[in-house]
């Protein structure tokens, strides 16, 4: 007859590893976890100043053209800069009014209606 309730001794070094079995999948999962986030927010930062250095400098030369009040010219010059960045570009007034659009252009003239939500750490407005 064997004892049912018999104790089951295991050496140090099983045991530990027993113990330690959660933690060798867990703190590399949260390490890994931890590094991604970083690295998407640097390069969503990256990303973001590289958009907000774009439209800097390209602002000058659209101002140039609602001055001289050229909306062909803007309306060509946004379409090509919109073909070459892979997005879509408008130009609100003050009144926030469409002035120019390389997405549509049925919405010039049209109010602007966007939920612009701001991103202060960034200086960005992203729609």
Do not use: C, W
Not at 55 to 60: M, T, V, W, Y
Not at 77 to 83: I, N, R
């Amino acid at each position: 007859m064997s004892n049912v309730h018999e104790k089951v001794v295991l050496p140090f070094k099983k045991y530990i590893q027993k113990q330690m079995a959660s933690y060798q999948i867990g703190v590399p999962l949260i390490i890994a976890t931890l590094i991604a986030l970083l690295v998407g927010t640097t390069v969503f930062v990256q990303y973001a100043n590289s958009n907000k250095t774009f439209i800097e400098s390209i602002a000058p030369h659209v101002a140039t053209l609602l001055e001289t009040q050229d909306r062909p010219e803007i309306q060509r010059f946004l379409q090509a800069v919109s073909a070459k960045r892979g997005a879509a570009i408008e130009v609100i007034s003050k009144t926030d009014e469409i002035i120019a659009s390389s997405f549509d252009f049925g919405r010039i003239g049209n109010p602007f209606e966007g939920n612009l939500k701001e991103l202060p750490l960034l200086d960005l407005k992203i729609n």
